[in-house]
Structures are given as C-alpha cells and as structure tokens.
C-alpha cells in the first residue's frame, strides 16, 4: 500500500475536476457497485439507512451530503435545504447524538458569495443544535482555508461546538492547530485530499506524516478536542500512545476514517473502547468524492479497472 506516487496522483485529480471524465464514468452502470463502497446512496434515506447500521454496530457518525462547488445560489440553497432535511431526519429516527453531520463551505456558496455560504452555515449549525448534534466544516483546497477559519471563528461564537478539518500537508497547518487547540475546540486531523503546490504543501509522504504526527502531538497536548481521521496504521498506533502520554481518557478525543475503507479495523477500535466515527457521504454528486478516493490508493483503481471491464 502506500500514497500513490505523486503522478499517478495528479492524473487521478485532474480527472476529478473534468467533466468529461465525469460524464464517461457516471455514464458506466456497473459503477454502481464500486460507488455503493465508498458512497451511501444518492438519498438522505439511504443515508439514514446507513447510519443506523453502523450506529447499531456501536460507531458514530459524521454525514456528507455531496454537493460541492456549488456555482448558484439555488445550488447553494438546495444543498442547505438537504442538511436541514437530514438533520431533521436525524433527530426523528433518533440518531443524534450519535450522528452529526459535516459541510463542505463550497456546497453552500463559498466560491462565489461567502456572506451567503454563512448564513447557510448559520442555519444548518441552529438546526444540528436544536436535534442535539454538531457540525464539522470540511477542509478544501488552500486557497479556502482563511476564509473557511474566519468563519469557524464567527460561528463559533453562537455554536461553540462547530468544529473543523485541519489538514496537515499544508505547511501552516502546525500554526492553526497551535491557535485552535482551546477549550471546547471540534479538531479533525487529516492529512489532505487535494492537489496543492510546493510552496503551501509539503509534497513526500514523510514530510505529510512528520506533520501529522507534529500537529497530532499539539492536538493531545491542548485543551480541545482531537479528532484523528486517518486510515494509516502508524498514526492510529500513535494516536493510542499520545492519549495515553497526554493522559486522556477514550471521551477525550475521537478516531474518525472513511465508509467503506479499514471497516473491520473500525470496528476494532469502536471494541477497544474508543469513539470510532465514520465519514460517509451521500448524494448524486459522488464523482470528486470518489476520484480523491482513487487517487490515494492505487489499489482502488484496479479494483474499479477491473469492474469496468467485466461490465
Ligand atoms: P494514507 O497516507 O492515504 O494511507 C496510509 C496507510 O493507510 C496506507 O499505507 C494503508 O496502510 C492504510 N490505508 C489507507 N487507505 C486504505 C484502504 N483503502 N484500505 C486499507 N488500508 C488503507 N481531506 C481533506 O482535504 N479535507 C477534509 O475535510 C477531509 N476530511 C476527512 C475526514 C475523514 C473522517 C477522513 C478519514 C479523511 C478526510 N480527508 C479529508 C481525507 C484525508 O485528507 C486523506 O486524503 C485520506 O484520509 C487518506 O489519508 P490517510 O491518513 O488515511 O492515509
């Protein structure tokens, strides 16, 4: 296993963002069946669907709706309307506060008109607190990443509990946890999913990892709450060891990895005591989603190559 090599990776991203490639691989039925691994459904039934499963199977949650680079305001306000609907959703079938559910800015308008993406927040954020739930903002590309912080800071003023993804790629990111590892702090470690230049990004693997571990340590040491989303076997042995360094309890931080990828070692962890939440996304618009998916492990694409061709 391992990170994809850096060209393998780059032509996998660039595939994510051609609507050409899009159209050649939505249009592939059997694609389906590779989707549904990594994907819940395209509604928010199937979602409820999902999340009652592993909810049963004694882990916890946290939803995408895919709806990203939202271009319109009735694009952005569609994908508002589907996480008040789901939270909704949610709170009836009883499922927080064991799910919440995470937003991706872009979704709700960012690129275009920021004021709009947060009042959208705003709404989505009132209703996870009314169904007893939170929101995580999810982390996109760098050029998003200030203006994503400055709107965790003004949210969190009214709901303290929204939290964000830090991804450790980015050079600044040892700084940001630094700063927002306080009291009440929602942080999600990952390693990042985009492509991004030299002079903002460490580029090897093991510039990523050291990061990693870096930030993770600032995480553990600080008075928020570490979230470590990783599928990386070395950084979840460390994350074990820095908890018990730092002394806190398994209600102290959270485990969190992706539907569909290590489920058993999900399970694993959720058996030794530890909060597990799983990310799982749902929703038409599932292609990004999945190319970032590929573009991290070869093997995925082999799996899907050889579905192609045995349609
Ligand atoms: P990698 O470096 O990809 O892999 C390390 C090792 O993990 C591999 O060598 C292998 O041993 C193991 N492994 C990885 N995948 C598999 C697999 N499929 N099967 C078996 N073993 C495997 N990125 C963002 O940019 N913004 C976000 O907001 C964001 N949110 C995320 C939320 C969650 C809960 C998670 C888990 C990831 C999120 N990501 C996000 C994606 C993240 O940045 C990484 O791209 C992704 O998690 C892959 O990195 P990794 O840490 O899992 O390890």
Redesign the pocket.
């Known amino acids: 296993?391992?990170?994809a090599p850096l060209m393998f990776r780059s032509v996998i991203l660039a595939a994510a963002g051609s609507s050409r490639a899009e159209r050649l691989v939505q249009s592939v039925p059997l694609s389906r069946s590779i989707v549904s691994r990594f994907v819940a459904g395209t509604g928010s039934d199937d979602a409820l669907r999902v999340t009652r499963e592993l909810v049963a199977d004694g882990l916890a949650v946290?939803l995408d709706y895919l709806g990203e680079d939202t271009t319109t305001p009735a694009g952005a306000e569609a994908a508002r309307d589907e996480y008040l609907r789901l939270l909704d959703g949610l709170a009836a079938s009883e499922l927080t506060p064991a799910a919440e559910v995470?937003v991706k800015l872009s979704a709700l308008g960012q690129a275009f008109d920021e004021k709009l993406a947060e009042e959208h927040a705003r709404l989505i954020c009132a209703k996870a607190s009314e169904a007893g739930t939170t929101v995580t903002l999810?982390?996109?590309d760098h050029t998003t990443t200030d203006s994503t912080l400055e709107m965790l800071a003004r949210l969190r003023t009214d709901f303290p509990t929204v939290g964000v993804?830090l991804?450790s790629y980015l050079r600044r990111t040892e700084a940001d946890c630094r700063e927002l590892a306080t009291p009440g702090s929602r942080i999600?470690l990952?390693?990042?999913?985009?492509a991004e230049p030299e002079s903002v990004a460490y580029q090897s693997?093991l510039d990523?990892?050291k990061s990693?571990v870096r930030c993770m340590n600032i995480l553990m040491a600080g008075d928020g709450y570490p979230?470590i989303?990783?599928?990386?076997?070395?950084?979840v042995t460390i994350a074990e060891d820095r908890s018990k360094w730092f002394d806190r309890g398994v209600d102290e931080f959270e485990f969190?990895?992706?539907y569909g990828?290590?489920p058993e070692e999900q399970l694993r962890l959720a058996r030794e005591g530890y909060t597990v939440?799983?990310?799982v996304p749902y929703g038409t618009q599932w292609y990004g989603y999945l190319m970032?998916r590929l573009a991290?492990?070869p093997?995925?694409v082999a799996f899907f190559a050889r579905a192609l061709r045995s349609r």
């Open positions: 296993g391992g990170y946290t995470s999810d982390m996109e993804a991804q999600r990952c390693k990042g999913a985009y693997r990523v990892d990693y979230m989303a990783s599928h990386d076997p070395r950084i969190q990895m992706l990828v290590r939440r799983v990310y970032r991290e492990r093997a995925n």
